[in-house]
């Protein structure tokens, strides 16, 4: 089954702009990853957060969590042609941290 | 590449056949994992190796599905008398920290 769940399931945007895209969970985790899919390169880790930090930066990308609400933001600044691809957010908890649950994935298009 | 490994990438059989897909982690990776993503879904966890163990395989779909991790080098899955329902991508992932995994390219798995 599905932890994560994405929003929006798409997105276009202009080459330049930013991209914001919202992951929810149902349970509590231990930590949060997002991943990139495109069918060139198959599913690259981007960025993990653990269930006590609030915010991470890496690059041009911005994650936020919030644990009480049970969601998570993605942010890509200054997005580009090549950052088209889906995003997923991946969870793990509890004891099962070797098992990520994935949600449906954002699609988004970076328009040059 | 030092990266995940997989072979096939796609591959083609018909309803009844038996087909074996091989993964060969990032080699200093203890921990191995299967997953299976359909057209519009996010991964979906099957099983996970520590070394040769077996540790989780609940999720495996079937009794026709199975894993193996001969001396806890390389993995095979493998899918007895596919079914249409079996066509997906397979991913394997590969990692030494437990929930930081590393993704393959995957198997494109249609059955005819």
């Known amino acids: 089954s599905q932890q994560g769940e994405e929003d929006p399931q798409a997105l276009s945007i202009q080459e330049g702009e930013n991209a914001t895209m919202n992951c929810s969970y149902k349970?509590?985790?231990?930590?949060l990853q997002w991943y990139r899919q495109n069918s060139g390169r198959g599913l690259v880790h981007l960025i993990l957060?653990?269930?006590?930090?609030r915010e991470k930066h890496s690059g041009r990308l911005r994650v936020t969590l919030d644990t009480s609400k049970k969601s998570s933001s993605l942010l890509i600044t200054a997005s580009r042609a090549a950052d088209t691809a889906s995003y997923f957010c991946?969870?793990?908890?509890?004891?099962?941290?070797?098992?990520?649950?994935f949600g449906k994935g954002t699609l988004l298009t970076v328009n040059p | 590449d030092t990266g995940v490994s997989q072979d096939p990438r796609h591959k083609i059989t018909k309803r009844g056949q038996n087909v074996t897909f091989r993964c060969d982690p990032i080699?200093?990776?203890?921990?191995l994992y299967w997953y299976r993503q359909t057209l519009g879904q996010g991964p979906e966890f099957l099983t996970y190796?520590?070394?040769?163990?077996?540790?989780?395989k609940s999720r495996l779909l079937s009794d026709r599905f199975s894993a193996e991790r001969p001396k806890g080098s390389f993995s095979t899955l493998e899918i007895q008398r596919t079914e249409q329902g079996d066509s997906a991508m397979y991913l394997c992932?590969?990692?030494?920290?437990?929930?930081?995994?590393?993704f393959g390219p995957g198997t494109r798995l249609t059955v005819t």
């Open positions: 957060i653990r269930s006590n930090e």
């Open positions: 190796f520590q070394n040769e163990a077996q540790l989780e």
């Open positions: 992932a590969s990692s030494l920290v437990i929930y930081e995994q590393y």
């Open positions: 080699s200093e990776h203890n921990r």
């Open positions: 349970t509590s985790i231990n930590n």
């Open positions: 991946a969870t793990d908890a509890g004891r099962s941290n070797y098992k990520l649950t």
